[in-house]
């Protein structure tokens, strides 16, 4: 089965919405696969998207792979952004503003609203409640400043449309973000993220070390640096037995996390690790039984996965992630979202 990220998607009421990666990033979508799990739920809005006589028979199979529709495209892609942009600044993807792709999202949630409605009936946001996370707290207007020409003609027209569902507070809060930045002027990005150090190159009491990769599957988006190795281990002797130090280079953001270390599967550690500048670190005291097995471990039989260890995680692969990567790195510019350029400027401004 194709892991979730290679397939943006669209959770519709009654069915799912499936694209192909490659081509959403690419710019050239063709074609859209509908797969049906209740077909009464999902007739209403599919006779309005494709028409009754090419519902009736999607209906009967169940599935069915019709002609693309630009957007439900474009939110596919935005929801993918959310979850699987692989940020990582030695791979040369920047990080997106969450603000930002919210405030595209909420855009494009609308349209698929108004191209369809009911389809996206106990969908997981609407416009309002993503325009509510994009504003608060001043995040929105924060972010803004690269393209604040585009933000405002999104903020415009998501007013029209709670006016138009009699939704009164929320049209003159889009209407007020468009006029602050009627006069914003381009400028250097307010932060700068400091870069994870490796750590003591030391081998002193160490009795084994390896490196690992952070599965994205298994981490909340926009915390983590995208690649390979950016984890180090290390059991090092102490005087009352020996402990687990973790360092996981590369962070963007805050997160509770942990690192679970396993000799041939077998977990026998957990370290709850903390921010730090631009990483997460942190130890663990092994007990008498993980000592014993740390004086005899081979470095090669460790595993180390941070973030959500159980076998319920459909984890990716490093073949999956570098695919993703490639693809990502060769998106066409005249094809970037709203937050892609917004990174892109900001970049330029960097130094």
Known sequence: MTHPVHTPVVAADGGLIRFTLAELLAGRTTSMRLELSDAGAAEPWLTRLIGAEASLAVLGQGQADLPAVPELGRLALLLWLRRWWPASPSLGVPSLDPALLDLETAV??????????????????????????????????????????????????????????????RAEAAAEVSAGLENAAPG???????????????????????????????????????????????????????????????????ATLTAVAADDGEPFAEVSLALGAGRFTGTAD?????????????????????????????GTTPEDRAQVVALVRARPPEVRTLAERAAAVSDDEEF
């Open 108 to 169: 494009a949630t609308a349209d698929v609203e108004d191209l369809a409605e009911g389809l996206l009936d106990g969908f997981e946001a609407s416009p309002a409640e993503l325009f509510d996370t994009a504003i608060a707290d001043g995040a929105l207007v924060a972010a803004a400043t690269p393209v604040a020409d585009e933000v405002r003609g999104l903020c415009t027209r998501l007013a029209a449309w709670f006016d138009d569902q009699d939704d009164v507070v």
């Open 188 to 254: 250097q990005r307010a932060y700068a993220l400091a870069a994870g150090t490796d750590p003591g190159s030391s081998s002193e009491g160490v009795l084994a070390s390896g490196r690992a990769s952070v599965d994205w599957a298994r981490v909340p988006p926009g915390i983590l640096d995208a690649a390979e190795n950016t984890v180090t281990w290390r059991i090092v002797a102490a005087a009352t037995g020996a402990r687990l130090d973790v360092e996981v280079a590369g962070a963007f953001a805050d």
């Open 286 to 314: 092994l007990d008498d039984a993980a000592t014993r097995l740390a004086t005899e471990v081979h470095s090669g039989r460790v595993t180390l996965v941070v973030g959500a260890a159980g076998e319920g995680v459909a």
